[in-house]
């Protein structure tokens, strides 16, 4: 336990940083219809499965429609 509580001042933060990430793709994957690769559909999944920074950041690098 005291491990963990070493630890917390790091993972809080992350932990924010990567629900704020999460919580801007999927606005903005529920915004927007034109994607450059794949549908609505797929990026919610991506997005949502690969939530560890991981699914949006592939989001905005592969399926964000330049505006």
Do not use: Q
């Amino acid at each position: 336990m005291d491990k963990i509580m070493e630890f917390l001042p790091f993972l809080i933060p992350l932990a924010i940083a990567e629900f704020a990430l999460l919580g801007y793709t999927l606005f903005h994957i529920l915004t927007h219809k034109n994607y450059k690769r794949g549908n609505r559909t797929l990026w919610l999944v991506i997005a949502i499965v690969g939530m560890e920074f991981i699914g949006p950041i592939l989001y905005f690098l592969l399926g964000k429609e330049d505006d």
